[in-house]
């Protein structure tokens, strides 16, 4: 570090386990009498050799915070006597303070176990919880109860917006419970999982549930910190001047009589609606001088002893006409250095910074993609107690953060090609949950299936079963490499592939029927993107997934052109798109043969709109 002996260094000794049963001990006295097991837990943990490698150190922030979380549950004992359920619920917070970001792994199971005996549960009880712990789910007027946490809702005078199908899987359940538990603690959480499993959507039905605004911010190696902290950017004039006008108008209000004033503000209105922004500073800084003008003939009023007050007076109210007055000459600086055009530079607070001040809930996703500067500037306010100065707009003051606010970041495993890893200084301040997929249950995989079809499968109840496996078996065929996308690599399909599926299939079975829009769902998301034997394969896997037990003439009864709908249509090949606008018109210069790769591509464009992928020689635009 250059100068480096100009600076003196100090050694930061970690504390030792003494100094942590103190430190327990006394920032929660109720705990006292328990402090030692706890401290016994995290050491046995802290030097197991079955902990992971890939996932992050056990640091004494995790004890701490585990202890937090028991002090919530052990609050209103009388005596030194825990009941059992209480002692469950603490034992759950070990769970998910020691063990939760591990994946599903022989490591993950030896862990909890490990936590259950020096807690001393014995095993057929823990073995109970990692086969079969699903929490319930209760949702009320004024709160959510889910599991072992009870979580106020808030206040909110606007419907519920209404949201894709959701499904309280076990898998669901216990994420939410999880997360329920950490926001209430105002603990910054990270999910990390696969892609398609979920992470964006579960944050997405909790903030909905209990009516916090989610704020999404797609992190990516161009993201920089003024995109979330915020930078000065050309803004119109009329947006510097609605924001002055807001603040002038309660201040006038409050310091003169608007009656006898109505001739000035009238003409006020008048060069702010006609976009004269020089009329409107001069008229603007000529009621500041009859503001302090006021100010100083009260202040010789009761220097004289006069008390003679036309007008009462906020006490403040001196300070928000100082304040006003810079913003003004802000204002018209601003709109200098334009040059009199339309635009001019002024500080636009980031996504962060807004959330920050409203109360809402931030994610974060994809956050190990972003550059060291950018994870820098979220570092501080992550920490218990942080807060937010911006020093680019002027300000000196640190912003402090909404009662509500609560920031969320998900990433995928740095095990992915490009993907990095988190700052470990970092990523140990988040509480962090390992987010799996959710067709790892049988049961789970059905119950997301019926939410989306399942009032088409009626009569037909073997269609959610046979979805399922059809499902599986190419995810088993892609995991094993057996299928290739269209450059080689192994595509990657999921629960989010799935969901696509059955939102075609729930839009389209009126039309074609339940199994037609089961196959036609099925071969646009997962047989397009497939080179020629890839796609071949899996079209054969769905239609015999699909149709079970259908005869030999099943291919030509699936290229049957459906009923015409309604509408402005135009056919192509077995389908009906809807026209736009534009008369139709035929390119005579374009060949299309049958049995193609180009009849193949429109129609793959035809079931519905997606992105085409591929080398630039293909024509992709051309078939657009």
Not at 39 to 46: D, E, G, P, Q, T
Not at 68 to 96: G, K, M, P
Not at 412 to 433: H, I, M, S, W, Y
Request: charge should be neutral.
């Amino acid at each position: 570090m250059l100068g480096v002996q100009r600076w003196s260094r100090v050694t930061i000794i970690p504390p030792t386990d003494a100094d942590l049963l103190a430190i327990v001990s006394q920032s929660h006295p109720c705990l006292a009498f328990i402090a030692p097991t706890l401290l016994k837990v995290y050491i046995a943990l802290r030097g197991s050799p079955t902990s992971p490698k890939s996932t992050r150190p056990l640091s004494p922030r995790d004890l701490l915070k585990w202890a937090n979380r028991t002090a919530f549950h052990c609050s209103s004992l009388t005596n030194h006597t825990i009941a059992r359920e209480t002692w469950e619920d603490v034992f759950l917070e070990a769970i998910d303070c020691f063990a939760a970001m591990i994946p599903p792994s022989p490591a993950r199971t030896m862990t909890i176990e490990r936590i259950g005996s020096e807690m001393g549960f014995p095993p057929e009880r823990v073995k109970l919880y990692i086969d079969s712990h699903a929490p319930t789910l209760k949702d009320t007027t004024h709160a959510i109860n889910v599991g072992r946490v009870l979580v106020p809702k808030a206040p909110s005078t606007t419907p519920r917006r209404t949201t894709r199908p959701f499904a309280y899987t076990t898998h669901a359940k216990k994420l939410l419970e999880q997360l329920a538990v950490a926001q209430l603690h105002r603990e910054p959480l990270l999910l990390v999982g696969e892609t398609g499993t979920g992470k964006t959507t579960i944050v997405q039905h909790l903030a909905d549930l209990l009516h916090h605004r989610l704020v999404v911010v797609n992190v990516s190696q161009q993201t920089e910190s003024s995109d979330l902290l915020g930078g000065f950017k050309p803004v119109d004039v009329r947006t510097l001047a609605v924001q002055v006008k807001q603040v002038f108008d309660g201040l006038f209000e409050r310091t003169f009589s608007v009656k006898r004033n109505e001739a000035f503000l009238s003409r006020v209105s008048e060069v702010y609606d006609s976009q004269d922004w020089s009329a409107f500073g001069k008229l603007l800084k000529a009621a500041v001088a009859q503001a302090e003008a006021r100010f100083v003939a009260l202040s010789e009023e009761e220097e004289e002893g006069g008390a003679r007050k036309k007008r009462r007076m906020d006490s403040n109210l001196k300070g928000e006409w100082g304040k006003f007055t810079d913003s003004l000459k802000m204002l018209e600086m601003q709109q200098a250095h334009g040059k009199g055009k339309a635009q001019a530079f002024s500080f636009v607070e980031g996504s962060l910074v807004k959330a920050f001040r409203r109360g809402d809930w931030l994610l974060l996703d994809e956050i190990n993609l972003a550059a060291s500067d950018t994870l820098e500037s979220i570092a501080s306010l992550i920490r218990e107690g942080g807060s937010i100065t911006l020093p680019e707009k002027g300000d000196i003051e640190p912003i402090k953060p909404h009662p509500n606010f609560r920031i969320f970041a998900a990433m995928n495993p740095a095990t992915d090609v490009g993907k990095r890893d988190l700052p470990p200084a970092l990523r140990g301040q988040f509480t962090e949950l390992f987010v799996g997929s959710p067709d790892e249950s049988l049961a789970d995989l059905l119950l997301i299936i019926k939410q989306y079809i399942g009032h088409l499968i009626v009569g037909d109840e073997r269609a959610a079963s046979d979805v399922a496996h059809s499902y599986l078996k190419i995810k088993r065929a892609a995991e094993g490499h057996e299928i290739v996308d269209g450059v080689g690599e192994k595509p990657h399909f999921s629960v989010r592939t799935l969901s696509r599926t059955l939102s075609y299939v729930a839009d389209t079975a009126g039309m074609y029927g339940l199994r037609r829009a089961l196959y036609e769902g099925f071969c646009m998301s997962f047989s397009t993107m497939l080179e020629k034997s890839s796609r071949e394969k899996v079209v054969q896997d769905i239609i015999e997934g699909i149709y079970p037990s259908a005869n030999r003439n099943v291919r030509s009864a699936l290229r049957s052109l459906p009923k015409r709908p309604a509408g402005n249509v135009v056919q192509l090949g077995h389908y009906w798109i809807e026209c736009g606008e534009e008369t139709p018109q035929e390119n005579p210069q374009y060949i299309v043969k049958a049995h193609t790769s180009v009849e193949q591509n429109l129609h793959n464009l035809a079931s519905i709109p997606n992105l085409a992928s591929g080398s630039n020689v293909f024509g992709k635009n051309l078939h657009g």
